[in-house]
T-cell receptor, first 114, second 115 residues
């Protein structure tokens, strides 16, 4: 049972390209959604939260479709520094125990090529 | 900018030994977490901690694992008798009660190698 599923990748794109990542999640009670990036052997770093109305942060745009349980991330004008693994992350429904455990996808590796 | 810190960055231990991994969460955060990532695999939730007690734990977090907040700043993960399959990156994370979307911030991790 795959709780958060992402494009397998890897994606190799030239600098300046637009690249899109997709993700689906299985828990319909999920409340919060995020994209994290992870560099090789480093910690996950929060890239952006994903809001129901869609949101943008500079070159990054995230979309959420709750009905389809689908999340996307669009990166415009790719930079070499965007090379990383992009993790789709879903926060489970509040359990009442004060916890919001995160469920991670396996990630999609992006390589931006000069 | 406040950060989660973790020590040590790398721990090598022999099978059957006890290890303690240490974390200092961001100072005004109230919820603390441990995750692990086996090489090449996804990040997995281990345990969450709030108000000096475990809130939730995964099936990975068996009797060999324990967590503690011994003082006002440190948060520790103890593995009592390490197994080869415990080799992984262990990440500590924390979040603020007042962040409506509960973004979690991760420390740099401790790489645990069990030989």
């Amino acid at each position: 049972r795959k709780e958060v599923e992402q494009d397998p990748g890897p994606f190799n794109v030239p600098e300046g390209a637009t690249v899109a990542f997709n993700c689906t999640y299985s828990n319909s009670a999920s409340q919060s959604f995020f994209w994290y990036r992870q560099d090789c052997r480093k910690e996950p770093k929060l890239l952006m939260s994903v809001y129901s109305s869609g949101n943008e942060d500079g070159r990054f745009t995230a979309q959420l479709n709750r009905a389809s349980q689908y999340i996307s991330l669009l990166i415009r004008d790719s930079k070499l520094s965007d090379s990383a693994t992009y993790l789709c992350v879903v926060n489970g429904a509040y359990s009442g125990a004060g916890s919001y455990q995160l469920t991670f996808g396996k990630g999609t590796k992006l390589s931006v090529i000069p | 900018e406040p950060e989660v810190t973790q020590t040590p960055s790398h721990q090598v231990t022999q099978m059957g030994q006890e290890v303690i991994l240490r974390c200092v969460p961001i100072s005004n955060h109230l919820y603390f977490y441990w995750y692990r990532q086996i090489l090449g695999q996804k990040v997995e939730f281990l345990v969450s901690f709030y108000n000096n007690e475990i809130s939730e734990k995964s099936e990975i977090f068996d009797d060999q694992f324990s967590v503690e907040r011994p003082d006002g700043s440190n948060f520790t993960l103890k593995i009592r008798s390490t197994k080869l399959e415990d080799s992984a990156m262990y990440f500590c994370a924390s979040t603020s009660r007042f962040q409506g979307r509960r973004e979690q911030y991760f420390g740099p991790g401790t790489r645990l190698t069990v030989t």
